[in-house]
């Protein structure tokens, strides 16, 4: 297991490695620059700032000293537009972000699992008609069609919920559901999907033969292989979860971390691009790790056989 | 009376493509003890009629259209799924064709061999472990005390189907239905099952209804041969009397398809064309297109019925099928 | 031989019948299309689309200017002259839907035709050559894959934004084309690549693990030992054959991509405005939700009923073509 690990933890540095490479380059590739933005700065100046922030060294020079800066120092250099180090602004962002994300991932489990289980075994009735349907609503309605209805019709009709803002513990709500929503359907499906595979298997009957009731059948020996495609969204689900966290924040003024990459290529401004491409990044290796790690838990013949798919 | 008493059972499958009449009509019994063997081609509805004794078939499509069922004074057919419960995994169990898919790959062996000992005999966790791995030398596994700690993709088929067998037979079932378990493993594997299988019933006076599509193997294990066509007995009798003096154009013609029945160089038989649908409905009797040994312009224009023709040997009354 | 005869010989005419299936196309694909049939959700999911996209390719040019402002006829309710009524600027919202669907489904379309080009290609290449250029090419996907799709997406389209206005100018200055028009034009180009350019990823890996069993079937052998070359091979006999998974993917991407493109432009990283798409105006909207909600919930509704009808129709093509959700 701890080789297990070990293996998956490189395998996710070397992502983060890719990450890096395409968003510095990319980053390189915007059109226009850093300090722009501001009032009408002299040219003397612009290059004073430039060789400020190390952005008038040759280019290979500059991507291969920022990871060098982050292993030696653990810098992430200085925000251009924001002239603070990115490290401080993602230290005081991104506990926002994870308890958002992880609430949203909450919410999206808890609602998507169990329907998923459900509309299964009730295969083919209203049920599984209906709650398809529903699961559908949450693919195909965006989270900014969601969020400001939710707006409108529970912040200002339930008195202690906010319509924006963030501080009390309540107000995570709307954001969380907002956020939660569209990955609860997929779960929804997902697990469908992984239930109904499980359930037509041999190994089913045979829990059948040996008498057991129909619940236990589902709960003891369904389950587990029935949420495995669901485990191994966990990953990408929380990437999309980040994805949505940045209109999320827009709608409901949540000072999280998304915000800061939206105004981050509006600004042109790499280094905060950098640090906050490379901290979602990590966010989403840990997320990918710990599916990993719990799909092994739950099928015992990952364990053995410890490669990725064919 | 015997201890299981199958009268015309008829199972049929309500699917898109119309009614699939899996099984119409069959009847047979079992004494303590004993082991019946049923035999047919795929599709023959041999599986079929075991699966609706222990209602396994998944409602809907299928539905039991009639019949009844009585096991020791229980009608299987008609008792409501929690009484069947009681008799299913505990005095009636069931092994599988496809050991690499009938166990539960997410959980130990431990667990699943130990959960009818819990679940019918109210066992706690250590003795049913005991009682667990006790079965587990029974069948023959090695080491039974680690090995029930392990996974079932852990273990060869050979040996998934011991442990099959070991979970089927822990509760002591008065029945245990043998669904083509020698199927899917390696001949030589195949035998060392077969004994097995014998040699627990003998050990437990476990009766056994033995499914197969190999005449080979039914004529090693059984003391009575039905054999199923198109849904239906078509013949029936002791296995002796079934190889020797074969009566159904259908018998006639699985026998003499048999490699080991011929002399080295002649060839082989196979019968022509293709079983029936059993979608379409069937006037009259169901092998006649087929029927190439006996004489198919005699064959009944309606179903042919069973008939004693003396010894216990049973054959459905077809002219054609008997010529 | 143990078992009977007739059994084997039964099962082997069924193979063969079932080949047979297989390598004439055409009825493989007319048995898929009357399954279809028989899915009502899926043909109204279909007549839907078709209704949407003749509206806003067909029906949209007989409307008002998506554009033209009118200052002094705003949040104006509906009436004969506009027909939904006008927005915060005065500008007709029934033509700005019809246009805005314009923009939006293109993206889906041309996005989902680019990223099916490079997946299709890619995933062929990787499962025909196998060995080690597999590996390599497929460990590169999984990397990406990690990768959150929309971040970089979102630095993509800001690098490829300026080149399109770029273009705009020169073309405007070159060709003598009209401005507006070419704006409009240019303005959705870079999402188009942005989108396609990432979204392959998945459809590389569904078409590789096709083709790597296809390979071994017996018609490619049979094309091989007929001496044609390995690339005719891969393009003429393989290719055609990964279609149904194909398909019923790039079915369930469009609507993504869609998604995508609304989000981006709600961002304000997309389309901008004066320019029209369903997300523009759905960000528009928002602004005047309590006075004003049927601008989010016009444009709103039109957008999720085309992600419906796409999405049922992808689910419908996947049980009609038999495909299995890919197993990794």
Same mark, same amino acid.
């Given at each position: 297991?701890?080789?297990?690990?070990?293996?998956?933890?490189?395998?996710?540095?070397?992502?983060?490695?890719?990450?890096?490479?395409?968003?510095?380059?990319?980053?390189?590739?915007?059109?226009?620059?850093?300090?722009?933005?501001?009032?009408?700065?002299?040219?003397?100046?612009?290059?004073?700032?430039?060789?400020?922030?190390?952005?008038?060294?040759?280019?290979?020079?500059?991507?291969?000293?920022?990871?060098?800066?982050?292993?030696?120092?653990?810098?992430?250099?200085?925000?251009?537009?924001?002239?603070?180090?990115?490290?401080?602004?993602?230290?005081?962002?991104?506990?926002?972000?994870?308890?958002?994300?992880?609430?949203?991932?909450?919410?999206?489990?808890?609602?998507?699992?169990?329907?998923?289980?459900?509309?299964?075994?009730?295969?083919?009735?209203?049920?599984?008609?209906?709650?398809?349907?529903?699961?559908?609503?949450?693919?195909?309605?965006?989270?900014?069609?969601?969020?400001?209805?939710?707006?409108?019709?529970?912040?200002?009709?339930?008195?202690?919920?906010?319509?924006?803002?963030?501080? #009390?513990?309540?107000?995570?709500?709307?954001?969380?559901?907002?956020?939660?929503?569209?990955?609860?359907?997929?779960?929804?499906?997902?697990?469908?999907?992984?239930?109904?595979?499980?359930?037509?298997?041999?190994?089913?009957?045979?829990?059948?033969?040996?008498?057991?009731?129909?619940?236990?059948?589902?709960?003891?020996?369904?389950?587990?292989?029935?949420?495995?495609?669901?485990?191994?969204?966990?990953?990408?689900?929380?990437?999309?979860?980040?994805?949505?966290?940045?209109?999320?924040?827009?709608?409901?003024?949540?000072?999280?971390?998304?915000?800061?990459?939206? #105004?981050?290529?509006?600004?042109?401004?790499?280094?905060?691009?950098?640090?906050?491409?490379?901290?979602?990044?990590?966010?989403?290796?840990?997320? #990918?790790?710990?599916?990993?790690?719990?799909?092994?838990?739950?099928?015992?013949?990952?364990?053995?056989?410890?490669?990725?798919?064919? | 009376?015997?201890?299981?008493?199958?009268?015309?059972?008829?199972?049929?499958?309500?699917?898109?493509?119309?009614?699939?009449?899996?099984?119409?009509?069959?009847?047979?019994?079992?004494?303590?003890?004993?082991?019946?063997?049923?035999?047919?081609?795929?599709?023959?509805?041999?599986?079929?009629?075991?699966?609706?004794?222990?209602?396994?078939?998944?409602?809907?499509?299928?539905?039991?259209?009639?019949?009844?069922?009585?096991? @020791?004074?229980?009608?299987?057919?008609?008792?409501?799924?929690?009484?069947?419960?009681?008799?299913?995994?505990?005095?009636?169990?069931?092994?599988?064709?496809?050991?690499?898919?009938?166990?539960?790959?997410?959980?130990?062996?431990?667990?699943?061999?130990?959960?009818?000992?819990?679940?019918?005999?109210?066992?706690?966790?250590?003795?049913?472990?005991?009682?667990?791995?006790?079965?587990?030398?029974?069948?023959?596994?090695?080491?039974?005390?680690?090995?029930?700690?392990?996974?079932?993709?852990?273990?060869?088929?050979?040996?998934?189907?011991?442990?099959?067998?070991?979970?089927?037979?822990?509760?002591?079932?008065?029945?245990?239905?043998?669904?083509?378990?020698?199927?899917?493993?390696?001949?030589?594997?195949?035998?060392?099952?077969? @004994?097995?299988?014998?040699?627990?019933?003998?050990?437990?006076?476990?009766?056994?209804?033995?499914?197969?599509?190999?005449?080979?193997?039914?004529?090693?294990?059984?003391?009575?041969?039905?054999?199923?066509?198109?849904?239906?007995?078509?013949?029936?009798?002791?296995?002796?009397?079934?190889?020797?003096?074969?009566?159904?154009?259908?018998?006639?013609?699985?026998?003499?398809?048999?490699?080991?029945?011929?002399?080295?160089?002649?060839?082989?038989?196979?019968?022509?064309?293709?079983?029936?649908?059993?979608?379409?409905?069937?006037?009259?009797?169901?092998?006649?297109?087929?029927?190439?040994?006996?004489?198919?312009?005699?064959?009944?224009?309606?179903?042919?019925?069973?008939?004693?023709?003396?010894?216990?040997?049973?054959?459905? @009354?077809?002219?054609?099928?008997?010529? | 031989?143990?078992?009977?005869?007739?059994?084997?010989?039964?099962?082997?005419?069924? !193979? %063969?019948?079932?080949?047979?299936?297989?390598?004439?196309?055409?009825?493989?694909?007319?048995?898929?299309?009357?399954?279809?049939?028989?899915?009502? &959700?899926?043909?109204?999911?279909?007549?839907?689309?078709?209704?949407?996209?003749?509206?806003?390719?067909?029906? /949209?040019?007989?409307?008002?200017?998506?554009?033209?402002?009118?200052?002094?006829?705003?949040?104006?309710?509906?009436?004969?002259?506009?027909?939904?009524?006008?927005?915060?600027?005065?500008?007709?919202?029934?033509?700005? $839907?019809?246009?805005?669907?314009?923009?939006?489904?293109?993206?889906?379309? &041309?996005?989902?035709?680019?990223?099916?080009?490079?997946?299709?290609?890619?995933?062929? *290449?990787?499962?025909?050559?196998?060995?080690?250029?597999?590996? $390599?090419?497929?460990?590169?996907?999984?990397?990406?894959?990690?990768?959150?799709?929309?971040?970089?997406?979102?630095?993509?389209?800001?690098?490829?934004?300026?080149?399109?206005?770029?273009?705009?100018?020169?073309?405007?200055?070159?060709?003598?084309?009209?401005?507006?028009?070419?704006?409009?034009?240019?303005?959705?180009?870079?999402? +188009?690549?942005?989108?396609?350019?990432?979204?392959?990823?998945?459809?590389?890996? $569904?078409?590789?693990?096709?083709?790597?069993?296809?390979?071994?079937?017996?018609?490619?052998?049979?094309?091989?030992?007929?001496?044609?070359?390995?690339?005719?091979?891969? +393009?003429?006999?393989?290719?055609?054959?990964?279609?149904?998974?194909?398909?019923?993917?790039?079915?369930?991407?469009?609507?993504?991509?869609?998604?995508?493109? /609304?989000?981006?432009?709600?961002?304000?990283?997309?389309?901008?405005?004066?320019?029209?798409?369903?997300?523009?105006?759905?960000?528009?909207?928002? !602004?005047?939700?309590?006075?004003?909600?049927?601008?989010? *919930?016009?444009?709103?509704?039109?957008?999720?009923?085309?992600?419906?009808?796409?999405? +049922?129709?992808? %689910?419908?093509?996947?049980?009609?073509?038999?495909?299995?959700?890919?197993?990794?």
């Amino acid at each position: 297991m701890l080789r297990f690990i070990a293996s998956r933890l490189l395998q996710g540095l070397f992502v983060l490695f890719a990450l890096y490479t395409i968003t510095f380059f990319l980053a390189k590739a915007m059109p226009g620059e850093p300090f722009t933005t501001e009032k009408n700065l002299s040219e003397e100046s612009k290059a004073y700032q430039r060789a400020l922030y190390g952005l008038d060294k040759p280019i290979l020079h500059q991507y291969l000293i920022y990871p060098k800066n982050i292993i030696t120092e653990g810098s992430l250099a200085v925000s251009t537009s924001k002239g603070r180090p990115v490290k401080d602004i993602i230290s005081q962002s991104f506990k926002v972000s994870v308890v958002l994300g992880l609430s949203a991932l909450g919410i999206a489990i808890c609602i998507g699992v169990p329907i998923g289980v459900i509309s299964a075994v009730r295969r083919n009735s209203w049920v599984d008609w209906g709650t398809m349907a529903v699961a559908m609503i949450g693919i195909c309605v965006p989270a900014f069609t969601i969020g400001p209805l939710l707006q409108i019709f529970i912040a200002a009709n339930l008195p202690g919920i906010k319509v924006a803002g963030w501080g #009390n513990p309540q107000d995570i709500l709307l954001p969380a559901i907002t956020l939660g929503l569209s990955t609860a359907a997929y779960l929804a499906r997902l697990t469908r999907g992984g239930m109904l595979e499980v359930l037509s298997q041999d190994f089913i009957r045979t829990a059948h033969a040996k008498g057991i009731p129909a619940s236990k059948v589902i709960t003891r020996h369904a389950l587990r292989g029935g949420i495995l495609p669901s485990v191994a969204f966990i990953g990408p689900a929380f990437a999309a979860l980040i994805s949505g966290s940045f209109i999320v924040e827009t709608i409901f003024q949540v000072p999280g971390m998304g915000q800061h990459f939206v #105004n981050a290529v509006i600004s042109r401004d790499e280094f905060l691009l950098l640090g906050v491409a490379l901290f979602f990044g990590f966010l989403i290796v840990i997320m #990918n790790l710990a599916a990993d790690i719990l799909t092994g838990i739950l099928d015992p013949r990952v364990r053995i056989t410890d490669n990725s798919p064919k | 009376m015997p201890l299981l008493e199958v009268n015309e059972l008829k199972t049929h499958f309500h699917t898109r493509n119309g009614i699939v009449r899996a099984v119409d009509g069959v009847s047979f019994s079992l004494e303590k003890g004993q082991t019946v063997g049923i035999v047919g081609e795929s599709g023959s509805g041999k599986s079929v009629t075991c699966y609706s004794l222990l209602g396994l078939i998944p409602m809907p499509p299928g539905k039991i259209e009639g019949g009844s069922a009585l096991f @020791d004074s229980i009608d299987l057919l008609n008792c409501g799924e929690k009484k069947l419960r009681e008799v299913r995994g505990k005095r009636i169990s069931m092994i599988f064709q496809d050991p690499m898919t009938s166990l539960n790959p997410y959980l130990r062996i431990a667990t699943q061999i130990t959960e009818p000992l819990r679940l019918h005999m109210g066992m706690d966790k250590n003795r049913a472990l005991k009682e667990a791995i006790k079965a587990l030398g029974e069948v023959g596994i090695p080491e039974p005390d680690k090995r029930i700690q392990m996974y079932p993709h852990e273990f060869s088929g050979g040996m998934r189907q011991r442990v099959m067998i070991a979970m089927a037979l822990i509760t002591k079932p008065e029945i245990l239905i043998a669904d083509e378990p020698t199927t899917a493993l390696d001949v030589t594997v195949q035998k060392q099952i077969l @004994d097995l299988i014998k040699e627990r019933q003998q050990e437990l006076g476990t009766a056994v209804i033995f499914i197969t599509h190999d005449l080979a193997v039914i004529s090693e294990v059984c003391d009575e041969i039905n054999v199923m066509y198109a849904g239906n007995i078509v013949e029936r009798a002791k296995a002796d009397e079934l190889f020797q003096k074969p009566l159904h154009a259908y018998t006639r013609a699985l026998l003499k398809s048999i490699p080991a029945m011929h002399a080295k160089g002649e060839e082989l038989y196979t019968i022509p064309g293709l079983p029936p649908d059993v979608s379409k409905l069937i006037r009259g009797c169901a092998f006649r297109p087929r029927n190439e040994l006996g004489d198919p312009e005699q064959c009944l224009p309606n179903k042919p019925t069973l008939k004693d023709t003396g010894n216990g040997h049973w054959v459905q @009354d077809c002219p054609g099928c008997l010529a | 031989m143990n078992s009977n005869a007739q059994d084997t010989a039964s099962t082997e005419g069924q !193979n %063969d019948y079932s080949l047979l299936q297989a390598e004439r196309g055409s009825s493989l694909w007319r048995d898929a299309w009357l399954r279809m049939g028989k899915n009502k &959700v899926a043909i109204v999911s279909l007549v839907v689309f078709i209704i949407t996209c003749l509206l806003c390719f067909g029906f /949209a040019w007989f409307c008002k200017d998506p554009i033209q402002q009118n200052l002094t006829n705003k949040f104006a309710a509906p009436s004969s002259e506009h027909w939904l009524g006008t927005d915060a600027m005065g500008r007709d919202l029934f033509s700005r $839907i019809l246009y805005g669907g314009q923009v939006s489904i293109l993206v889906g379309l &041309v996005a989902t035709f680019v990223a099916v080009t490079i997946g299709v290609t890619y995933g062929a *290449i990787s499962g025909f050559y196998g060995a080690r250029i597999d590996a $390599i090419m497929m460990r590169i996907v999984d990397t990406l894959l990690s990768i959150p799709f929309l971040m970089v997406v979102i630095v993509l389209q800001a690098v490829l934004s300026e080149w399109s206005s770029t273009t705009s100018k020169w073309i405007v200055e070159n060709w003598g084309w009209n401005k507006e028009f070419t704006n409009r034009a240019t303005n959705v180009l870079p999402l +188009f690549f942005a989108l396609g350019l990432f979204g392959w990823l998945t459809l590389a890996r $569904i078409v590789r693990a096709q083709v790597l069993s296809l390979k071994e079937r017996e018609f490619v052998e049979a094309a091989t030992s007929l001496g044609l070359s390995r690339l005719r091979v891969l +393009f003429r006999h393989i290719i055609p054959n990964t279609l149904g998974p194909t398909v019923v993917y790039a079915t369930l991407t469009v609507p993504g991509f869609i998604m995508y493109e /609304a989000t981006l432009s709600y961002l304000g990283l997309g389309v901008e405005s004066p320019n029209s798409s369903w997300g523009i105006l759905i960000k528009e909207g928002a !602004n005047y939700l309590e006075t004003n909600p049927q601008l989010l *919930i016009l444009p709103g509704i039109l957008f999720s009923l085309t992600l419906f009808a796409l999405n +049922f129709l992808g %689910d419908g093509l996947r049980d009609a073509l038999d495909v299995r959700a890919s197993k990794d």
